[in-house]
């Protein structure tokens, strides 16, 4: 018995379970025992017929992803190879399958002749979310089984597809309920092959064909969406080999494709994100068995902007949360917003009626502190002003349970000013939503310098049970995302008075990946608090930091973005599509001559390394300074809070792809033009020099 493949027997059934902790990952070990153990079986006269299953919690979770992109290559046999050799067994093979079978896994199942799921198993190809493409099969025996346009659906999003509709499309044979054995099910369902009662089927005999127009409907429809990535439309040219090449050429135009990719530096960056965002949960001094308290009740402060969304985030995952607002008018209108997209959701389609009336059932509004007595949590989004935060938090200590959690949603100010103004300093922490709070998934745990370990490690899982991504940051202004915001749309605003124009710049940085550019983005989020914060640093701001005075002269002129109708762009009445303004693009070029600037040509290359590059610098000061743990939390802030291209694996990782070296080199060439905020982190200075990358700073 081979340690990674469990082998029994039940009469003439031979069961080979997968036994590789904690996904049955494909590793070589495991490929070669199922070779093995397959050789063996189909020797063994005593074998009629055979199982293959996963132990634990999954069936199997596909290739080890921890082998790609390693020198050597993975030992063989290679996976396609072992499929092969499963299919083409003379006795029947059938799949055992609970919780997941992904990616190599689905493919080493559609290898088998028959496939028997638990109800609650969840079935697909993910590669796609990896950087690459299926590569053992899956785009030939998948269109072969359920129709080109159906394959191509489950293929391109990467999405694991529950069992029961698995079983309707026709790629699982048999659901049996989640308390059934699914081993003995497919053991049945292997001994009824053997009698001829099932059909012996293997998944890659036969022809498949489609409509011309297929493959171009799906590249229409993802067109938005996989904007910028490679491997949904290699996916795609993989399917199409399943319609126009005979089997084998088939398995080798996928091969070929799957091997094109999976060292290219996509594929690189979106392993790297996959990793990073299982490691975000990893806090070396609150270890993962800490214990959270749990969070029976809620309340949240304030039923504005931030707070409304924030109280749909809770309501949404099943928490009763009571809104506090501080006069009826402003509840009122609160709770009505909350209704209103509600019941857009419910005439959409999105969501039914019932659902919503359970959510608005969870949530109740209050004008009295005294209800949020019993809460677990309270989560503070009023105004971004220290006096009035301190204020509502003292109130809180006052009136909430010994033990109840007190979190708040400042975007700006001192985490551990506001725990020191309560008694309880260490069940105090920040919890930094992103707008539009009930959408967004990005929360930074703001961890304060006396905030308990409990606490943090309740508000890491609570997280997760919202169904959020929780990164732990530590106290500065701005913390991870927006301190680095900051440098990033700083630069934006000189390439203006140096000669560029805001469409160019945003349409730059649009062309990078970004969902918009930073002019498109001040837009959407308004003008208007970034003015009156300047207007209140302004006595303070040193004299020699280069400032430009354009945004504060677009919002003299009343222009606050969409929501005036007009900001860095004109908005047509009901419209969200920015359309350039020859009146700001003069008022740019004016104020270049006013500072004394020549205006000049500038590439796009250019403005991308002008805005990336100091965000990247900032994110160096942010690790030195243990603001965050790692390189890949940023990048998961960046890819969750800022809709960072995922492709490019986040700014660290999009860093280490440009060469450190090359990176430090622009900064230290800003800091010569604009001084000392421009000055290049210590950290980037040191790997520069090491010719080191974040990687090697991470591990
Ligand atoms: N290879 C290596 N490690 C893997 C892995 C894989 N395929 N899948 C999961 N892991 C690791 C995780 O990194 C994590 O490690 P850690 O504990 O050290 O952080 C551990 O297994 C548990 O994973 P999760 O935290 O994700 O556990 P969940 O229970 O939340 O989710 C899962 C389980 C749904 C199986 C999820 O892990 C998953 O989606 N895995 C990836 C599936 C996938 O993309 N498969 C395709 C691989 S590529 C392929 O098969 C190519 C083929 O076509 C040739
Ligand atoms: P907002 O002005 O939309 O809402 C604040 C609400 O708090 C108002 O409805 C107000 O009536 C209420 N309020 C004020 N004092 C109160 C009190 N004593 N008791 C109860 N309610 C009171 O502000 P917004 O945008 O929701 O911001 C809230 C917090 O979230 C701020 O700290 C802000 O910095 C932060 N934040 C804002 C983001 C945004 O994009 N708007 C993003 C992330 C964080």
Not at 13 to 34: C, E, Q
Not at 320 to 335: A, I, M, T
Not at 434 to 440: D, G, R
């Amino acid at each position: 018995m081979s340690s990674v493949v469990e082998v029994t027997q039940d009469g003439s059934v031979r069961v080979l379970s997968i036994d590789n902790p904690p996904v049955n990952g494909l590793g070589a070990a495991v490929r070669s025992a199922l070779a093995e153990e397959l050789t063996k079986a189909l020797q063994d006269e005593g074998v009629e017929a055979i199982v293959l299953a996963g132990k634990g919690k999954f069936f199997c979770a596909g290739a080890d992803i921890r082998e790609f992109g390693k020198e050597p290559p993975p030992d063989t046999p290679h996976l396609p190879d072992v499929i092969d050799a499963l299919e083409a067994s003379t006795k029947p093979v059938v799949a055992a399958i609970q919780g997941v079978a992904a990616g190599g896994g689905l493919e080493l199942a559609l290898g088998c002749h028959g496939r028997v799921a638990t109800a609650d198993a969840r079935v697909g190809l993910p590669e796609v979310t990896l950087g690459i493409i299926p590569g053992a099969g899956g785009t030939q025996r998948l269109p072969r089984l359920i129709g080109v346009a159906a394959a191509l659906d489950i293929i391109v999003a990467g999405k694991l597809v529950p069992a029961p509709k698995a079983e309707k499309l026709g790629y699982v044979d048999q659901v049996v309920t989640n308390n059934a054995n699914v081993i003995d099910a497919a053991k049945d369902y292997a001994r009824a092959i053997v009698a001829g009662d099932k059909p012996f089927r293997r998944a890659s005999e036969g022809t498949v064909e489609a409509e011309a127009t297929v493959f171009d409907d799906v590249k229409t429809r993802i067109a938005k969406k996989a904007r910028g990535f490679e491997a949904p439309y290699a996916a795609i040219d993989a399917v199409r080999a399943s319609v126009e090449l005979p089997i084998k050429e088939g398995f080798a135009r996928e091969r070929e494709i799957f091997v094109g990719l999976v060292d290219s530096v996509q594929a690189q960056a979106q392993r790297h994100v996959f990793f990073a965002e299982r490691a975000i949960a990893k806090i070396p001094d609150v270890p993962k068995d800490t214990p959270a308290k749990e969070i029976r009740r809620v309340g949240v402060v304030g039923c504005g902007t931030m707070g409304g969304g924030i109280a749909m985030s809770f309501v949404n995952a099943g928490f009763p949360v009571s809104v506090l607002e501080s006069n009826e008018e402003y509840l009122d209108r609160g709770l009505e917003k909350i209704r209103g997209l509600y019941a857009s959701s419910v005439s959409k389609g999105r969501l039914s009626q019932e659902d919503m009336d359970q959510r608005m059932g969870r949530l109740q509004g209050t004008l009295e502190a005294s209800e949020l007595a019993d809460a677990d949590l309270v989560v503070e989004a009023v105004f971004e002003e220290m006096d009035v935060k301190k204020d509502i938090f003292r109130r809180l200590d006052e009136i909430c349970k010994d033990d109840t959690i007190l979190a708040t949603n400042t975007s700006t100010l001192d985490v551990n000013e506001i725990a020191n103004a309560t008694k309880r300093p260490e069940l105090v922490i920040g919890t930094h939503f992103f707008s539009p709070a009930n959408i967004m998934k990005l929360m930074e745990n703001v961890r304060g310098e006396k905030t308990s370990k409990e606490t943090i490690a309740t508000i890491m899982k609570l997280s997760k049970q919202l169904g959020k991504v929780g990164v732990l940051v530590g106290v500065c202004d701005g913390f991870v995302g927006n301190r680095m915001l900051y440098a990033y749309r700083q630069q934006a605003d000189f390439l203006l008075e140096e000669g560029a124009l805001p469409r160019q710049v945003d349409k730059a940085l649009f062309d990078f990946g970004l969902p918009m550019g930073p002019f498109a983005m001040m837009d959407l989020a308004g003008l208007d608090i970034g003015w009156a914060i300047r207007k209140r640093q302004a006595p303070t701001r040193p004299k020699e930091l280069r400032y430009s005075p354009i945004p504060d002269r677009i919002c003299e002129m009343g222009r606050f973005g969409q929501k005036t109708g007009a900001g860095w762009y004109r908005y047509e009445e009901g419209s969200r599509t920015p359309v350039p303004d020859p009146e700001i693009e003069a008022l740019v070029v004016e104020v270049s001559k006013e500072l004394g600037f020549e205006r000049r040509e500038i590439s796009d290359e250019e403005i991308v390394e002008r805005c990336m590059f100091p965000l990247i610098n900032e994110g160096a000061k942010i690790l030195e300074e243990g603001i965050a743990l790692r390189p890949g939390d940023i990048d998961i802030v960046w890819i969750y809070g800022y809709g960072f291209p995922r492709y490019r694996g986040g700014p660290m990782f999009y860093a280490d792809t440009v060469g450190i070296d090359k990176i430090h080199e622009t900064m230290v060439r800003l800091y010569k033009e604009q001084g000392e905020w421009m000055k290049p982190a210590p950290l980037l200075t040191q790997l520069a020099k090491e010719g080191k990358s974040f990687k090697d700073y991470a591990s």
